[in-house]
């Protein structure tokens, strides 16, 4: 079986935390922030988790996961 390629931005974009779970940016928060709610806009500094759907994804284009 060939050996699966890694994506490049999938390393910019994501990151994997101790136990192995996926970390991202949270979305829609590139501009218009002025209009937001301010509770939006605080639970939007942070970084999520992913769900465990979107993850098993993820970790295909990841390399050492």
Not at 24 to 40: C, D, L, N, T
């Amino acid at each position: 079986m060939p050996k699966l390629k890694t994506k490049s931005s999938a390393k910019k974009r994501f990151r994997l935390t101790g136990t192995g779970k996926v970390r991202a940016a949270v979305a829609f928060k590139r501009h218009g922030m002025r209009k937001r709610p301010q509770k939006m806009k605080r639970k939007a500094r942070g970084t999520m988790i992913l769900c465990d759907q979107d993850a098993r994804i993820v970790k295909s284009y990841m390399p050492n996961a």
